[in-house]
């Protein structure tokens, strides 16, 4: 059994993995603090696989706070990973967008899920999922609603600002002159599409494109994206926010085996 | 201008058995120079004229027998001292200048408007190219605060007419001068001084032509301390310097000796104070930059044949000089395919795996020839990571996931 430990900035994510495919995964919130989050995730994900941590054979780090896991055998950054996990669940995708709570990054890859180019954002929340953290709360709306709101929009209103802060105080007044909710709400995936689209022109985006991490799951963004590149992005089959994770553990099997074969 | 280099001080050098026990030396030495500087000043009333760029015809104000200077007193950190913060620097500069200026000169005008760099303090002249808007307007500031010449920089590099509109302008220079210090500076004294900095190219020469070896006998931070100090440093002392440390890196190839890593080209903006953040991000992930093509290094030598020195046999010392400094490929050139000539030369004699661009905020000229410069590297087969950088120290952490994940690309 191979382990991969996502630790993304809001939650984080572990996967176990044998040959055959995914065994088991879990996520915890980083409350209070990511190492324990880790722990608690990787024991939550062998219980799902019904194995215990002796069965590990190797173990892989990822995401912005790979660092701080002192147990794991190797660490690679969730550009890699990202690449990696992709290719296990999509092997025919060349791009990814991965809109993550903290960043959003645009990946190449090529038949066997190795990088051939990414791009990140600028050094700010606008285009990531803390955006819409904030936006939510400005309309009073948890998250999770926040794209099922949008889809009901018949005129999404504009929102300018790129950044967070100004952006929040733009939603505010939109509220305040009488503006739905739900085309405020599509407003601010529209927004998100632009940040996140301008990478996606830079990179080029070749077929099929693929859309992951957590603000994957919001339908008002994917549905924005999309309009915005005019590219559809294939489905995936397993919750978009486990791709770090899956590519993590899919390279400790790699790294296992290379070692291995030593 | 006073040196430091005597007999004792280079056989002290000479006994030194590392190299980077010279650069030891040298940056303790780069460390005293400003209060060495206003020292020399107060003790022989010697005007103090500060020049900021590498083209800065430092040929003419060495044969002025004035003091001549990079005017910041440049830390390697930010430090609580407000006096050598960047970050306040900067803050002070947007009193006049806009936000999306880039900081170099922003940073320069605001220590001034603060007021309290003793060696900004102590410059009695600005000689200034007008390289760059960013650079050009805030200078135009500066000069309310301190008499400033700025020289005119034709941006049509092969214009035969822009040419002879440039050696006007070096001319107008040395005239101004000429006036400031109250006496002649004559042609051969000018051309003795550069004679000298010519001696300064071939041993830089030299040294950007040693870290082709792998092992690379320096590290990229160090490099950077040995082929900057004589911008500091009188280029006598500096030639005394580089002449002794070539001959340790000479020593250490010889051995096999140096640093292992993955290999890298550093492309982009001005460096200037950012580099040393940046160059320990890069070496905290394993990377060992072994040529960059910014204005202190090797794009000085952009087509990698020779040293490009000054034609001392050219008649017209003032022609020769004009001749050397504008053909350097800087981005505010146009069109400046010399540039893609050198990084193509770079990445193909360096053994390399890749490049780092350097994208220093609102540079504009630098920021907008990236996407050419990466087109003819991926042609070429190298790939490219820009790296964003402010100013400041703050962005480290975005900088190491964009350099980890380039490693991981290129396989290493």
Do not use: M
């Given at each position: 059994m191979y382990a991969g430990i996502d630790v993304g900035s809001r939650v984080t994510k572990a996967v176990i993995l044998d040959g055959d495919g995914i065994r088991g995964c879990a996520l915890e919130d980083n409350i209070p603090q990511p190492l324990a989050s880790a722990h608690s995730a990787l024991a939550k994900a062998l219980a799902a696989s019904g194995v215990?941590?002796?069965?590990?054979l190797y173990c892989v780090g990822t995401g912005?706070?790979?660092?701080?896991?002192?147990?794991?055998d190797a660490r690679r950054t969730e550009l890699s990973c990202d690449g990696c996990g992709i290719n296990f669940i999509?092997?025919?995708?060349r791009t990814i967008i991965d809109i993550g709570a903290q960043d959003s990054k645009v990946i190449k890859i090529d038949g066997s899920g190795a990088m051939l180019d990414f791009i990140l954002n600028d050094k700010?929340?606008?285009?990531?999922g803390r955006f819409l953290e904030v936006m939510a709360g400005a309309i009073g709306l948890s998250v999770d609603m926040l794209g099922e709101y949008s889809l009901r929009s018949g005129k999404p209103c504009l929102v300018?600002?790129?950044?967070t802060v100004f952006a929040e105080t733009e939603v505010i007044s939109l509220l305040s002159s009488g503006n739905k909710t739900e085309d405020i709400a599509a407003g601010v995936h529209k927004a998100i599409a632009s940040r996140v689209g301008n990478c996606v022109m830079k990179l080029g985006a070749e077929p099929e494109v693929v859309f992951a991490g957590g603000?994957?799951?919001?339908q008002g963004v994917r549905s924005a994206l999309e309009q915005l590149t005019g590219v559809r992005f294939a489905t995936l089959s397993?919750?978009?926010?486990?791709v770090g994770a899956i590519g993590a553990a899919r390279i400790a099997c790699q790294l296992y085996k290379k070692k291995e074969n030593a | 201008m006073e040196r430091i280099m005597d007999e004792k001080t280079r056989l002290r050098l000479e006994s030194m058995e590392t190299v980077e026990e010279l650069i030891g030396w040298v940056k303790r030495a780069l460390t005293d120079r400003p209060g060495y500087i206003i020292d020399e000043k107060k003790r022989t009333g010697n005007k103090i004229i500060g020049f900021c760029c590498i083209i800065g015809f430092r040929e003419i104000l060495d044969a002025a027998g004035v003091i001549y200077t990079p005017p910041l007193t440049t830390p390697v950190e930010d430090t609580?001292?407000?006096?050598?913060?960047t970050t306040s620097d900067i803050a002070a500069g947007e009193r006049y200048l806009?936000?999306?200026?880039?900081?170099i000169p922003k940073s320069m005008l605001g220590r001034k408007i603060k007021g309290n760099d003793p060696l900004l303090e102590s410059i009695d002249l600005f000689v200034t190219p007008s390289i760059c808007d960013c650079r050009t307007k805030a200078f135009e500031y500066m000069a309310q605060l301190v008499p400033t010449y700025m020289f005119d920089v034709p941006k049509?590099?092969?214009?035969p007419a822009a040419f002879e509109y440039f050696k006007n302008e070096v001319g107008n220079l040395r005239k101004k001068l000429e006036t400031f210090i109250g006496h002649p500076i004559p042609d051969d004294a000018i051309a003795e001084s550069a004679r000298i900095f010519n001696r300064n190219s071939e041993l830089q020469y030299e040294h950007c032509l040693l870290r082709?070896?792998?092992?690379?006998?320096?590290?990229s931070t160090d490099s950077f301390f040995a082929m900057t100090c004589d911008m500091k440093l009188n280029v006598r002392d500096a030639n005394v310097f580089l002449e002794i440390l070539n001959k340790k890196m000479r020593e250490r190839v010889a051995r096999k000796e140096g640093f292992k890593g993955v290999r890298l080209i550093l492309a982009g903006a001005?460096?200037?104070?950012?580099a040393l953040t940046l160059y320990q991000t890069l070496a905290d992930c394993g990377?060992?930059?072994?040529?960059?093509?910014t204005c202190a290094q090797a794009r000085k030598f952009?087509?990698?044949?020779?040293?490009?020195?000054?034609?001392?046999?050219?008649?017209d010392i003032i022609h020769a000089l004009a001749k050397k400094h504008m053909r350097?490929?800087?981005?505010?050139?146009?069109?400046?395919s010399k540039r893609i000539e050198l990084l193509e030369n770079l990445v193909k004699s360096f053994n390399v795996k890749g490049v780092i661009y350097h994208a220093l905020e609102n540079c504009a000229p630098f920021n907008a020839e990236y996407e050419k410069i990466k087109a003819a590297m991926n042609r070429a087969g190298f790939p490219v990571l820009r790296i964003d950088n402010t100013f400041?120290?703050?962005?480290r952490e975005q900088q190491k996931l964009r350099v980890q994940g380039f490693l991981e690309m290129v396989g290493s």
């Open positions: 215990g941590r002796d069965a590990l912005y706070g790979r660092d701080c896991l002192d147990f794991v999509r092997p025919d995708a700010c929340a606008a285009g990531t300018n600002n790129t950044c603000v994957a799951k919001n397993i919750d978009p926010q486990f | 609580e001292d407000s006096r050598i913060n806009p936000k999306t200026f880039c900081p049509k590099f092969d214009e082709r070896n792998d092992p690379v006998p320096i590290t001005p460096l200037a104070r950012s990377v060992q930059i072994v040529a960059e093509d952009f087509d990698f044949t020779s040293a490009h020195l000054i034609d001392l046999n050219n008649g350097l490929p800087c981005a505010i050139y146009t069109p400046n400041a120290t703050s962005d």
